[in-house]
Structure formats: structure tokens, C-alpha cells
């Protein structure tokens, strides 16, 4: 069965770095997302991306990050200066209709 | 704007007991909901969903009815295993205003002892 794959599982970084967390969609899906959950809180919406341009994005979306599709099977999120409060999984998630099929997470650690 | 309420966690029960999660929620559209179930160390699985009023999601023993009346999509199983132990999300979607973000609760733990 297709799934949605994440890596690296686990990144630690400075504050100020720039980090790239990649995600590898499943492969007929045409929607694409990243959602965050810092420790003990919510699940939280980052973005979505639809036909090669961001559909929507949360207040948390700032112009620290940004997404990219570089090519047909990836979809990354950048982050230019890492924060403390970054720190936090984040999952991406892909789907064609309603359904969102999420990956395990990267685990992003900010020191 | 749209959000979800779950019951406080954790719940703990007893192997074969009947489980209740409840969810609400507020929406400014007519949502689909959803629960998804994350496992220890793994990352979100959707579990059920519904898209209309009245219609049940089922899925592994679980169930969950949307009623819109009461605008709750509370989870069941009528018995529970030890393997069930997990935290369950509920969330909402607003496709028929554009909106395909999800918006989740904030989770419920569930231990089940053997």
C-alpha cells in the first residue's frame, strides 16, 4: 500500500539555520499539505499546495517558510531561520478528494 | 472560526469495555469530519470519516455518526483490545467553502490494561 514518506526522522538544528524537511507524497495525489504539532499541543495546519502554487496557509506560515515541489515526486518545507519555538513534528500529508494520508513525522529540534 | 472539542484524556479501560470519545465541533460551513489515530511513535492514520449528516464512518470495530444537530461526531467501539491503545484525533475540513485544511482536536489518549 502507497504511504506518505518523511525524512530525516529526527533534525536538530541552531537557531538562525535554515532547515529543509522533505516529503515524498504518494504518487497519484494532487494535494499536498504540512501541519505541525509542538509537544502536547495541537495539530496544527502550516499550508496546503494545489497545481504548483500554495491554496492556503495559517497565520503560522510567515515568510520564514516556504514549500516547493522542485520535481514530480517531492514536496519540501524550508525554513530560512530557525527559531526556538520551531521546534516541533511536523507532518506532511497528501490526498486527492477529503481524505489527507499523513507520513510519520520528522521530529525538528531547535537549539 | 472552525474548531473542534475532545474529551480530556487519558482514558483508561479494561480490556473488552465499550469506548466513548466525544467530539464536537463549530464550522461556518457544512464540514466532513474525521478521526485519526496515532499510534506511539508513528505518525497520523486516518481512521473514519463521514461527510453528511446522519452518515456513520466505520472502520477496525470503530464507529462515529455525524450529527449535525448536535454538531458531534463522537467515537465508539463496543469492546476495546490493549492493541487499540493510542491517542485518537478528531478534525474537521470545510471543502464546500474551499477550505480542505484540517482542523483538529486536541487529542485523546486511550490506554487500555490487559
Known amino acids: 500500500e502507497p504511504e506518505v514518506t518523511q525524512t530525516p526522522s529526527h533534525q536538530v538544528t541552531q537557531m538562525g539555520q535554515e532547515v529543509i524537511l522533505r516529503c515524498v507524497p504518494i504518487s497519484n495525489h494532487l494535494y499536498f499539505y504540512w501541519y505541525r504539532q509542538i509537544l502536547g499541543q495541537k495539530v496544527e495546519f502550516l499550508v496546503s499546495?494545489?497545481?504548483?502554487?500554495?491554496?492556503?496557509k495559517s497565520e503560522i506560515f510567515d515568510d520564514q517558510f516556504s514549500v516547493e515541489r522542485p520535481d514530480g515526486s517531492n514536496f519540501t518545507l524550508k525554513i530560512r531561520s530557525t527559531k526556538l519555538e520551531d521546534s516541533a513534528m511536523y507532518f506532511c500529508?497528501?490526498?486527492?478528494?477529503?481524505?489527507?494520508?499523513f507520513g510519520p513525522g520528522t521530529r525538528l529540534t531547535v537549539t | 472560526g472552525d474548531s473542534v472539542t475532545q474529551m480530556e484524556g487519558p482514558v483508561t479501560l479494561s480490556e473488552e469495555a465499550f469506548l466513548t470519545i466525544n467530539c464536537t465541533y463549530t464550522?461556518?460551513?457544512?464540514?466532513?469530519l474525521f478521526w485519526y489515530v496515532q499510534y506511539p511513535g508513528e505518525g497520523l492514520q486516518l481512521l473514519l470519516k463521514?461527510?453528511?449528516?446522519?452518515d456513520k464512518g466505520s472502520n477496525k470495530g470503530f464507529e462515529a455518526t455525524y450529527r449535525k444537530e448536535t454538531t458531534s461526531f463522537h467515537l465508539e467501539k463496543g469492546s476495546v483490545q490493549v492493541s487499540d491503545s493510542a491517542v485518537y484525533f478528531c478534525a474537521l475540513s470545510e471543502e464546500d467553502t474551499g477550505r480542505r485544511a484540517l482542523t483538529f482536536g486536541s487529542g485523546t489518549r486511550l490506554q487500555v490494561q490487559p
Open positions: 464550522a461556518t460551513g457544512y464540514p466532513s
Open positions: 500529508a497528501s490526498g486527492r478528494g477529503g481524505e489527507q494520508y
Open positions: 499546495f494545489y497545481n504548483n502554487e500554495i491554496s492556503e
Open positions: 463521514a461527510t453528511k449528516a446522519d
